[in-house]
Nanobody
Framework: QVQVVESGGGLVQPGGSLRLSCVAS???????????MGWYRQTTGNERELVAI???????NYADSVKGRFTISRDSAKNTVYLQMNSLKPEDTAVYYC?????????WGQGTQVTVSS
């Protein structure tokens, strides 16, 4: 099995920055067949939405709402993905989840709260 653990959330003022980290560990067999790792976010009463993903060949994709402000990166050797979030807005407030996707299933973390407020 695979475990996915997020960290780095917290409270930040509008215009500030945060860096989220996500570490995947466990079955080397599963990790070898990772297709994408990415970040999603969810607010109460709403569906989980894509924020950013990076593929196994390092192609990235972003939600329109975060383009130019957020950057996703991956350290393959550490099975870690990062989300650098700059120019944060109150509407970025959400629980952020990390997802490791293989051809057979998704592995989700427990989520980390990001709150943007003055």
């Amino acid at each position: 099995q695979v475990q996915v653990v997020e960290s780095g959330g917290g409270l930040v003022q509008p215009g500030g920055s945060l860096r989220l980290s996500c570490v995947a560990s466990g079955s080397i067999y599963v990790l070898r067949y990772m297709e994408t790792m990415g970040w999603y976010r969810q607010t109460t009463g709403n569906e989980r939405e894509l924020v950013a993903i990076v593929t196994k060949d390092s192609t990235t994709n972003y939600a329109d709402s975060v383009k130019g402000r957020f950057t996703i990166s991956r350290d393959s050797a550490k099975n870690t993905v990062y989300l650098q979030m700059n120019s944060l807005k109150p509407e970025d407030t959400a629980v952020y989840y990390c997802d490791l996707r293989t051809m057979s299933r998704d592995y989700w973390g427990q989520g980390t709260q990001v709150t943007v407020s003055s």
